[in-house]
């Protein structure tokens, strides 16, 4: 069998990480094998260990891209339009998001397996990260404080994985207008 460049190699590389990344916020990263990413790559399992030390090296590296998805559409909409914190807010609280966790935000999909993580784990440093880049993402968008920001996202995680758990269509949409109208209403 031929050998590989340097530049496939990594093209292969990032197309595993890119795959593992959806496929651990559709199906949580504990029911997603090696051999299941690599195929879904069009790979092999047999070379996965050339490119990761172990699957939580993937994980993590899959939670890295997965959050610098959101951070890059957060960083899109800065300074767009009249308020692209209320923009975020309701593509964040859309049923097109809820409806498609494997593109997602991996805050939602994947916050309790990352607190079951071994503290300084590959997977847990790698989970705070991307909590810290939403949460300054947060704070661009329209210049909230630090604190408002962080009680947003935790407001918009949890009523994304409220909203997903529930297999009411009806209570689903509610939870997603209410928290939509919260975020989004200016208080007196």
């Not at 949580?28 to 996965?48: K, S």
């Not at 990761?52 to 300074?79: P, Y």
């Not at 079951?116 to 949460?135: D, N």
């Amino acid at each position: 069998m031929p050998r590989v460049s340097r530049a496939e190699a990594q093209q292969h590389r990032q197309q595993v990480i890119d795959e593992t990344s959806r496929l651990i916020r559709e199906k949580g990263a504990g029911q997603v094998t090696v051999p299941e990413a690599m195929a879904a790559a069009g790979l092999t399992h047999g070379g996965f260990y050339r490119h990761f030390s172990s699957k939580d090296d993937l994980v993590a590296q899959a939670l890295g891209t997965a959050f610098g998805e959101r951070r890059e559409a957060m960083d899109r909409l800065a300074g767009e339009g009249p308020s692209p914190r209320a923009e975020f807010v309701a593509r964040y609280l859309s049923t097109v998001h809820r409806d498609n966790p494997g593109g997602g935000c991996p805050a939602a999909t994947l916050g309790a397996e990352a607190a079951r993580a071994e503290p300084g784990s590959a997977v847990r440093t790698a989970f705070t990260t991307g909590l810290r880049g939403l949460v300054d993402g947060l704070q661009q968008l329209d210049g909230d404080d630090r604190e408002t920001a962080l009680a947003d996202l935790a407001t918009l995680v949890g009523a994304i994985l409220l909203a997903r758990a529930s297999d009411d269509a009806e209570l689903s949409e509610e939870i997603l207008t209410a928290t939509r109208n919260h975020l989004t209403t200016p208080t007196a």
